[in-house]
């Protein structure tokens, strides 16, 4: 009841002659094309991921060297009365 190979063969044929060699080229190069820029785009997507969580990481070492920096210019009122 299944498809043989010999059914696979006839309907390959019956798809060429209605189609033609050169269109089915085209199709399966723009298929390949789109596979592949969908691809592309989710490695694109893992690296914009990757860099956010990198940039969030680095802000809060940002934060605290800024921190640094005020408090050693801050002037403690106590200390200079005394």
Known sequence: MG?????LIIF????VLIF????????GS???GAVKGFKDG???GEKT????AAAKAAEPAA???AEKRIDTQTIDVEAKTK
């Open 3 to 7: 498809l043989s190979t010999t059914h």
């Open 12 to 15: 390959l044929v019956i798809i």
């Open 20 to 27: 033609g060699t050169k269109k089915l080229k085209n199709i």
């Open 30 to 32: 723009d298929l390949g």
């Open 42 to 44: 989710m490695k694109t």
């Open 49 to 52: 991921e990757a860099d956010a």
């Open 63 to 65: 934060q605290v060297s």
